[in-house]
């Protein structure tokens, strides 16, 4: 493939979207054959979410490549036409984390039942937080409440504004160190979604070099601690009365860096399946169909 087989690909500064990064800054889509643009937000430029509610990143943005979750790839792409679902996976070692005050009475899963949890709407994260909870109780016990971004989140369980609160790391270990208690964990499953000029060798292009960024990372994780933590050092910047009363060094010993995963090519049967439960619970019209979801193998 030639060097100028131009990719907008948008990056989320998520712990588990790290390889994404690492790929760009070493050069490994260049050496693919992908003249990669990375389009990233300023963190402190992000109110609510990186990826806009409104607009398409592939039509109005001019997009080739994102990634966001398994759920919201789903209703994105059928709503509003926002590009074809290329690819899926958890991505890293990384779960979503339910956290509660230590004087919470909340003791088990099951205690969540008809308590308010603090997630981040429409960016798919409600999806996820979804399907956990219903293992553990009724469908129409599940009740979210929006937040905002992690730092938000975090900032409401702080101040008793909601009873529990979903976390990721980094955030996950400032709220360990901040004294909060864990009462559930459950995967992070994400999408990337592919624009009309992602063809199978683009893809597979992509798929490479992000598969030698993670076994990179996986072969030596130490060397790259530095840039796992740059999301905590950006939340430090934009909230910092989060980090007033903590040990930030204490924090920073405790996180380690996860092991990472290569995405796996879309799978229309899994993701139809999927759809079929977001039917069910009215988060998209019946009229979905899946052919106009999942990208053409």
Same mark, same amino acid.
């Given at each position: 493939?030639?060097?100028?087989?131009?990719?907008?690909?948008?990056?989320?500064p998520f712990s588990f979207?790290?390889?994404?990064? $690492? %790929?760009?800054?070493?050069?490994?889509? *260049?050496? @693919?054959?992908?003249?990669? =643009?990375?389009?990233?937000?300023?963190?402190?430029?992000?109110?609510?979410?990186?990826?806009?509610?409104?607009?398409?990143?592939?039509?109005?943005?001019?997009?080739?490549?994102?990634?966001?979750?398994?759920?919201?790839?789903?209703?994105?792409?059928?709503?509003?036409?926002?590009?074809?679902?290329?690819?899926?996976?958890?991505?890293?070692? &990384?779960?979503?984390?339910?956290?509660?005050?230590?004087?919470?009475?909340?003791?088990?899963?099951?205690?969540? @039942?008809?308590?308010?949890?603090?997630?981040?709407?429409?960016?798919?994260?409600?999806?996820? @937080?979804?399907?956990? &909870?219903?293992?553990?109780?009724?469908? *129409? *016990?599940?009740?979210?409440?929006?937040?905002?971004?992690?730092?938000?989140? &975090?900032?409401?369980?702080?101040?008793?504004?909601?009873?529990?609160?979903?976390?990721?790391?980094?955030?996950?270990?400032?709220?360990?160190?901040?004294?909060?208690?864990?009462?559930?964990?459950?995967?992070?499953?994400?999408?990337?979604?592919?624009?009309?000029?992602?063809?199978?060798?683009?893809?597979?292009?992509?798929?490479?070099?992000?598969?030698?960024?993670?076994? =990179?990372?996986?072969?030596?994780?130490?060397?790259?601690?530095?840039?796992?933590?740059?999301?905590?050092?950006?939340?430090?910047?934009v909230a910092p009365d989060?980090?007033? *009363? $903590?040990?930030?060094?204490?924090?920073?010993?405790?996180?380690?860096?996860?092991?990472?995963?290569?995405?796996?090519?879309?799978?229309?049967?899994?993701?139809?399946?999927? &759809?079929?439960?977001?039917? =069910?619970?009215?988060?998209?019209?019946?009229? @979905?169909?899946?052919?106009?979801?999942? %990208?053409?193998?």
């Amino acid at each position: 493939m030639a060097t100028d087989t131009r990719v907008r690909l948008f990056h989320l500064p998520f712990s588990f979207m790290l390889p994404q990064r $690492v %790929a760009h800054e070493r050069g490994y889509f *260049e050496e @693919a054959g992908l003249d990669v =643009e990375l389009i990233e937000r300023d963190r402190e430029t992000v109110d609510v979410k990186y990826i806009p509610a409104e607009s398409s990143l592939t039509t109005d943005h001019g997009v080739d490549l994102y990634p966001i979750c398994k759920w919201e790839s789903i209703k994105r792409t059928w709503e509003m036409d926002d590009g074809r679902i290329v690819a899926k996976g958890t991505f890293a070692d &990384l779960p979503y984390t339910v956290f509660v005050r230590p004087d919470s009475a909340i003791e088990e899963p099951t205690d969540l @039942a008809g308590v308010p949890v603090a997630v981040n709407q429409r960016t798919g994260q409600e999806y996820t @937080a979804m399907r956990a &909870l219903e293992e553990h109780m009724q469908p *129409e *016990e599940v009740s979210l409440t929006h937040f905002g971004m992690p730092t938000d989140r &975090l900032r409401a369980l702080r101040d008793g504004e909601v009873a529990a609160a979903i976390l990721l790391d980094p955030q996950s270990t400032l709220a360990e160190q901040m004294g909060f208690r864990e009462i559930l964990q459950f995967d992070n499953h994400m999408g990337i979604v592919g624009g009309e000029n992602v063809d199978s060798t683009v893809l597979d292009a992509f798929m490479a070099a992000y598969d030698r960024a993670a076994m =990179e990372i996986n072969a030596n994780p130490e060397s790259y601690r530095e840039e796992y933590l740059d999301m905590l050092e950006k939340d430090a910047t934009v909230a910092p009365d989060l980090f007033e *009363e $903590v040990d930030i060094d204490a924090v920073r010993a405790e996180i380690t860096v996860p092991r990472y995963e290569v995405p796996d090519r879309a799978d229309r049967r899994d993701l139809d399946e999927h &759809l079929n439960w977001m039917k =069910e619970r009215k988060l998209v019209d019946d009229s @979905a169909d899946i052919d106009a979801i999942v %990208a053409s193998q």
